[in-house]
T-cell receptor
Framework: QKEVEQNSGPLSVPEGAIASLNCTYS??????FFWYRQYSGKSPELIMS????GDKEDGRFTAQLNKASQYVSLLIRDSQPSDSATYLC???????????FGAGTRLFVKA | DTEVTQTPKHLVMGMTNKKSLKCEQH?????MYWYKQKAKKPPELMFV???????INESVPSRFSPECPNSSLLNLHLHALQPEDSALYLC?????????????FGSGTQLSVL
C-alpha cells in the first residue's frame, strides 16, 4: 500500500513567521511531488511541484525534496492569515498514474 | 481559460433518485478525473479518463457510473446512492496521463444523500 503521511495539525504560527509543513512517502520510486492548498469548503489548488532533490522557490513558498529520506516539505515565509488552509502533500508513484494524497495539515496563521 | 467547471455546486438527493454531476474544461486537457472527498480526509480517486476512454476504475460501486461524451466533458451518473456516499465530489483534469501531470480541480459538488 503506497502511503503519504502528514501531521494533521493544526499548525499555528503568528503572522509574519515561517510555517514549515512536512510530508513523508512510502514508495521509494516516486518521481513527482506536489503541494496543494485547500480552503475550507473549496477545491484543492496546486501551489508547488518539485521533481528533483533540493529546494524550489516560488515567491513566499519553498518546496524541499529529499528522495533518500523520502521526505518533502513546504516552507511558507512571511505567513499571512490568508494562508490559513489545509495543505495537501501529493505524490505520483513510479507505477501507474494515480496521484496519492496525504490527509493534509491544517495551518492557522494568527493575526 | 484555466477553469474546470462543475455543476451543480450542491445536490441533495434521496436514495431512490437518479442524478448526474457534470464537469467541463476547455484547456485542451486529455485526462479527466473524478475524486471523492469526505470532510477532513484527502481526495480519493474514483475514475480516470484518458483520451475519452476509461483508464482507471478504483473499484467504485456500480451505483456510480462515469461517462465522457467528448474531450471537454465528464459526467458522473448517480443512482440508488447510500447516505455514506454523501461527500464532496471533485472533478479534475490534467494535460495528459503522465506521472508528472499537475491536476486542475473544479470547485466540486457537495452531495448529500438522505
Amino acid at each position: 500500500q503506497k502511503e503519504v503521511e502528514q501531521n494533521s495539525g493544526p499548525l499555528s504560527v503568528p503572522e509574519g513567521a515561517i510555517a514549515s509543513l512536512n510530508c513523508t512517502y512510502s514508495d521509494r520510486g516516486s518521481q513527482s511531488f506536489f503541494w496543494y492548498r485547500q480552503y475550507s469548503g473549496k477545491s484543492p489548488e496546486l501551489i508547488m511541484s518539485i521533481y528533483s532533490n533540493g529546494d524550489k522557490e516560488d515567491g513566499r513558498f519553498t518546496a524541499q525534496l529529499n528522495k533518500a529520506s523520502q521526505y518533502v516539505s513546504l516552507l511558507i515565509r512571511d505567513s499571512q492569515p490568508s494562508d490559513s488552509a489545509t495543505y495537501l502533500c501529493a505524490v505520483n508513484p513510479l507505477e501507474g498514474f494515480k496521484t496519492i494524497f496525504g490527509a493534509g495539515t491544517r495551518l492557522f496563521v494568527k493575526a | 481559460d484555466t477553469e474546470v467547471t462543475q455543476t451543480p455546486k450542491h445536490l441533495v438527493m434521496g436514495m431512490t433518485n437518479k442524478k448526474s454531476l457534470k464537469c467541463e474544461q476547455h484547456m485542451g486537457h486529455r485526462a479527466m478525473y473524478w475524486y471523492k472527498q469526505k470532510a477532513k480526509k484527502p481526495p480519493e480517486l474514483m475514475f480516470v479518463y484518458s483520451y475519452e476512454k476509461l483508464s482507471i476504475n478504483e473499484s467504485v460501486p456500480s451505483r456510480f457510473s462515469p461517462e465522457c461524451p467528448n474531450s471537454s466533458l465528464l459526467n458522473l451518473h448517480l443512482h440508488a446512492l447510500q447516505p455514506e456516499d454523501s461527500a464532496l465530489y471533485l472533478c479534475a483534469s490534467s494535460q495528459d496521463l503522465r506521472d508528472d501531470e499537475k491536476l486542475f480541480f473544479g470547485s466540486g459538488t457537495q452531495l448529500s444523500v438522505l
